[in-house]
Nanobody, 121 residues
Framework: QVQLVESGGGLVQAGGSLRLSCAASGGTFSNYAMGWFRQAPGKEREFVAT?????YYGDSVKGRFTISRDNAKKTVYLQMNSLKPEDTAVYYC?????????????????WGQGTQVTVSS
């Protein structure tokens, strides 16, 4: 069983930056692909980024967000730059076992509780 705890969310002005962190406990962290998703009110959960042996990004964040991981610290990060009001959402960290399409919500086995990111215009 893996537990995930996100932190680093908050209120930022458009054009600003935030770095989200997701600390994992339980399991062998390096065995999991890690992903970030987000969900805005009234919308479906949206893929943001994933990292395993390589990284992939959703089209809406490509070039602005960077995902990274520190296996020794059991932590995955999401550096968010050039933030826009449309980036406002609850951001979730997730962990997946096995070889799957890690851009899909259903590919993940464990989820954090989420952290709110609000970007003001």
């Amino acid at each position: 069983q893996v537990q995930l705890v996100e932190s680093g969310g908050g209120l930022v002005q458009a054009g600003g930056s935030l770095r989200l962190s997701c600390a994992a406990s339980g399991g062998t962290f390096s065995n999991y692909a890690m992903g970030w998703f987000r969900q805005a009110p009234g919308k479906e959960r949206e893929f943001v980024a994933t990292i395993n042996w390589s990284t992939y990004y959703g089209d809406s964040v490509k070039g602005r967000f960077t995902i990274s991981r520190d296996n020794a610290k059991k932590t995955v990060y999401l550096q968010m730059n050039s933030l826009k009001p449309e980036d406002t959402a609850v951001y979730y960290c997730a962990a997946a076992r096995g070889v799957r399409d890690h851009r899909l919500v259903e590919s993940y086995d464990y989820w954090g509780q989420g952290t709110q990111v609000t970007v003001s215009s």
